[in-house]
Structures are given as structure tokens and as C-alpha cells.
């Protein structure tokens, strides 16, 4: 195992050190950063490249944060992502952050105290490399997992589910079988793993623990599926596997028919999460995006500041998206109205008569814009990612 991935591959090393050089060198030659810091699969030594025909196929980005006071170098990040990203070949995002995050544990501009410890604040602590300046991330105070808020896990399946079904354009075709066909699938797959452990107890912040701890827990722990629990300890196995030695052999099935089988799993698992910790019976989706609304507007507890701020960046995003939603400036945060129908239309779009759950879903949807009657299921898909990109991407 090397350092930024589980390849021993030497030359393959090599050259991610050369880009994390280049990073470092375009930083600081605008400004002088306190730390600046790989996070994600690199920066845990797990990155996910393939060896294809000689060459190396990256499929993890390079996640970098620069630790500054100021904010003011958001627009320099920026510019340097698209950079770096066009000349490195490896999708590549620069975020600024306070030096004070990993004990806010929040990186956004708008911080009035200490919010709950989230997946990505732990997984900075200990899933992160600092490549220059001061190693303030090993300072900082120990985080016991245990302590993650479990809503985390309910948030990141529904990132994943939006961000795969913002992708199925292109996995969705039989011939398909590049990288991008299984990329999303892989991710959805994991995501559900990491979801359940989370409300285990048992959480990890590297890939290769969290697979071998499900494996162990997955006989007692997956009763609620009945005979799918083997089915999803089999997919965890090989989605694992996929992640830190890509290789496109793993997957044989057309992507169609992996999301076709897989979509009523994610589904139940995240029906199961969403009934624990939240306290929402989703047997009936026709309900669900209210009740979600309450159950999240209970547990938030915001303070006034706080609520501000982030109706605040509501009303940039639409601005800088050209988009003023009826539901801009009511008491909803326009992200959570997004998350509340992402599962009832990612449930859709695995076929049959769905005709019940995606007219709730348009109803439901109707404060983040105008929608044409009786749209159908990739209508209603289209204009709920867009939504998330705008409001809960970033």
C-alpha cells in the first residue's frame, strides 16, 4: 500500500506527490496559506486509480483545502480548481477553510457556535494529509466516532442518490461499460455501508475497515432484509473492492440492470435509517416529504444568526443560478425541500407505475419552482438534480 492509494506502484506515487507539489507551488505564489490539506481518498492513502492499456485512470479527485483567515480567496481557489483539473487530468477542487473548523465543525462562512460533528468533520481529522505548513489537524481534539450525528449518514445517501440519478444519462445505456457506468452505482452502493455503520456505532473513516467491519456485523445486523442482507453484504464486498483496485472486469452486468436490481435495496436500507433515526414510517412515500420537513426542522434547533446565514446563501445561489423559487423566502431551507423528494424520485427510476409517488413528489416540490404538469419520471429527475446542484451541491 503506498501513501495516497493502495497501490504499490511506485511511479504511480511518484507522480501524484508531483501534483501535490504543483498544487502547493500555485497556492502559495498568490498567497501564503497557514496549512493546506488532501483530503478524501488520497489524503487517506486510498485513492482510486486504474491501471488501463499501461496508463492510470483516475477515478478519486484531489480534495484540497487551503487554511486562511480570510475568505477572501474563494475566487483564486476557484480559478485554480479548473486549472488544475484541466492539466492534471484529475478532477481537482481547492476550498478555502477557517483554521478553526475542526472545532466549529463547519467550514462555511456562516458560524455562531459549534454544529453537531458531522462524516466530514472526522473524517478531516483523520482522513487528511497536510502537504504544506502547519499540522494542526493532529493537534486538534480526538473525535469518537460514536459521536457523529447520525443524520450524516441520511445526508450523505441522499447526496448520493441525487448525484447518481444526475448521472444516469449516462450509465443507463446496456453497451455502455466505461468507467462512468459503475462510478455512481459503486459510490450508492458504499453509501449505504457507510450509513448503516454509522447508526452501528461503528463507523470508520477508511474504506478497507468499513468494508471489513460490515462484513462482520452484516449476518446479525441486516435482518431487516430478510434474504437481501447476503445480497447487500455481496454488492458492499465487491463495491469495496472496486474502490481502492478499480477494475473494470468487477463489473460485468450492463449498468441498467445493476440500478434496476439495486435501487429497491437502497432503497429499503434507507427507508430502515430514516425510521431509527428520524422517527418517519416511509412505508407510504405519498407522505413522505412533509413529515420529513417537520422531523428535520425539529432536530435542527438553529439559532436566529444562524437561520439568517443560511437564507442568506439561499438567496445567492439563486442569484448567481438565475432562478427566484416561490419558496425563497419562506421558513423552509430550500436544500432540505430537495433532500425530502430525492427519494421518491430516485425510487422511480427503476421502471414499473409510479404514477402516485411522482405526482407527491410534484406537489411537494412546487416551492423551488414552476413545474409543467404531469411530468414524467426523467422530467421530475432532471429538475430535482438541478435543484440539488444549485442549493445542496458545495
Known sequence: MGKFTARNDVALERLIENHMMSIVDAVRSNMEPIAILLRGSFGRGEGSVAVIDGGYQ???????DVVTYSPGYRGLFKDLSRRFTDELKVETSLRWVRPDFLEKHRTGPFVTGREPISISTYESRYGSMVIFGEDFVAKSA????????????????????AESMMNMESTGGKANKNRDSYYWYNKTILACAEALLLNWEKYHYSYAERGRRFERLAGERLGFLEDDGKKLSGLVRRATQYKLMPDPRLYSEPAADLWSDAIPLIDRVFRTLVGEILGIEASVYENYPKRYLSAIAVRSKRKWLTATGEKML??????????????????RDLSEVVYANVPLVFRSQCGGDYTAILQAASSAMKPLGKLEPGGDRQYLRDK???????YCYG
Not at 430535482?384 to 444549485?390: A, Y
Open 58 to 64: 483516475f477515478y478519486s479527485d484531489y480534495e484540497i
Open 142 to 161: 480526538e473525535i469518537d466516532p460514536v459521536q457523529i450525528d447520525k443524520v450524516s449518514g441520511i445526508y450523505l445517501m441522499l447526496n448520493r442518490m
Open 314 to 331: 439561499e438567496v445567492y445561489r439563486s442569484l448567481r443560478a438565475r432562478h427566484i423559487p416561490v419558496g425563497l423566502f419562506r421558513e
Open 384 to 390: 430535482l438534480t438541478w435543484m440539488w446542484k444549485v
